[in-house]
């Protein structure tokens, strides 16, 4: 699994969830909603869409960063619904 850690994010966040709580998170749930703002959320979940994915440069890393931060529609909320998006949308 893609391990980055908060030194790789290049878009500033919010640490009000905690890394313990976000960690627990396994795949992408269809009832978690995923808060781009929230610096631990953002990281976890990149980390587990590059291991599904198989990827692994840092620069792919902050590229899915910036498209959640500045591209995902409000619409899209869920783990999976980004996971779903980002599949369809984001060209590495």
Known sequence: MA???TTV??????WDTTETECMSIQGFP???QLNPSQ?????HFI??????????A???FQDIESVIKTRLPLGIKTHDE???WLDTH???
């Open 3 to 5: 391990n980055f850690t």
């Open 9 to 14: 994010l290049r878009h500033s966040c919010e």
């Open 30 to 32: 269809d009832t978690t």
């Open 39 to 43: 610096g631990y959320e953002v990281l």
């Open 47 to 56: 980390n587990r869409y590059m291991h599904y994915r198989g990827w692994g």
């Open 58 to 60: 840092p620069s792919t």
């Open 82 to 84: 980004v996971k779903t």
């Open 90 to 92: 984001f060209k590495r």
